[in-house]
């Protein structure tokens, strides 16, 4: 018997067998090597600093918790559902002993909520250091929020743009407060639709989610250009694709048993998992050097070409005006009172400075 196996072992090593094995996992190594994209340096530490990630307790926002956490941040879940978020705070809690997680309630598709989100942050906390906007949905159906916004439009653009707005003063507070907004690569094929954004005449739910992305691209570059000589700094970014998150328990491929089962292996193989989706989000959270890069798109923890409609300052003005709007907030009021404010602050240092001379 010992023979046979030993023969049978020797004619498979002399055959073409192991080669083909050795390139196949070689060639899938390298795959999964290139897709995993690029890693956010570990040495970066993040002690005494306040990240409010909304969308906090799964995926992108869970994995994006656990990076800052280990890296000494006091972080703030903002989640809509408190059961989750709890349990997210638990495993963060268990995984680092010593960490500040904390789990505050927020509808991002909701203005009331965003509202009531923003107070009780101003209350608890003496500032805020990294603003993530990160929760987001897709591939919904026509669904009107209760101040009669598009659920997608509300939840991905709206909602972002007013907890922004709100959290600007508490921003400034931060010796370098930084915005992420959290992108995708689906805002190429984005179309913004100024006159309908809400998408009332023709809503398809591929459009919706693309529209939105887009919004909050040129939302960001927009706000970066009317933060200047602040010591806030905005950018988005795209995690790239993703599996492992709640967006693709939407997607039309996981609507039937039959093709969740055939697509699963080549998602495992060509879509990064949610801790390597993560990186470029930390990476702009933490790198040293971008704390005065502002108003640009990153992708790999690189800056990256956005599309076209981004670079329009017209139509960022045109988008911004009319979100403002339909979210009835005076942005622009709020960046002149916080420039103004900042301003007599240097105007009182330069006078107290003189009194020492």
Request: hydrophobic share 40%; charged share 20%.
């Amino acid at each position: 018997m010992y023979d046979n196996f030993s023969g049978d072992f020797e004619a498979f090593s002399n055959s073409w067998w192991p080669y083909f094995i050795a390139m196949f996992i070689g060639i899938i190594s390298a795959i999964r090597f290139y897709v995993g994209g690029a890693q956010c340096p570990k040495s970066h530490r993040m002690d005494g600093k306040i990240v409010i990630i909304t969308g906090g307790a799964s995926g992108l926002g869970f994995e994006t918790a656990k990076n800052l956490a280990a890296r000494g941040a006091h972080v703030v879940l903002a989640v809509r559902n408190e059961e989750r978020g709890k349990r997210a705070q638990k495993e963060l809690k268990k995984l680092y002993t010593n960490a500040s997680i904390d789990v505050k309630l927020l509808d991002i598709s909701s203005v009331a909520s965003i509202r009531s989100f923003a107070h009780d942050i101003q209350t608890s906390y003496p500032k805020v250091d990294v603003l993530i906007n990160n929760a987001a949905v897709i591939y919904q159906p026509f669904i009107k929020t209760p101040e009669g916004n598009e659920l997608t439009l509300a939840t991905n653009y709206l909602g972002p743009f007013l907890l922004t707005h709100l959290l600007l003063p508490l921003l400034n507070k931060s010796l370098n407060g930084r915005i992420i907004n959290v992108s995708a690569m689906a805002h190429y094929s984005g179309k913004l639709r100024l006159d309908d954004l809400n998408m009332e005449k023709d809503y398809n739910e591929k459009d919706a989610f693309s529209q939105s992305k887009l919004a909050l691209t040129i939302f960001t570059k927009y706000l970066a250009t009317l933060l200047d000589n602040t010591r806030i700094h905005c950018n988005s970014v795209s995690p790239g694709l993703v599996r492992g998150t709640n967006h693709l328990e939407n997607l039309p491929l996981q609507r039937s048993l039959w093709t969740k089962v055939s697509v699963w292996p080549w998602m495992w193989l060509f879509l990064k998992n949610p801790i390597q989706g993560c990186q470029s989000i930390v990476y702009l959270a933490v790198e040293p050097n971008l704390s005065n890069i502002s108003g640009y798109y990153f992708s790999d923890c690189e800056i990256k070409e956005p599309a076209d409609p981004v670079k329009d300052a017209t139509l960022a003005q045109a988008l911004y005006d009319r979100t403002s709007d339909m979210v009835n907030i005076a942005g622009r009021r709020i960046i002149e009172e916080l420039k103004a404010k900042e301003s007599q602050h240097a105007v009182n240092e330069s006078g107290d400075n003189e009194d020492n001379f």
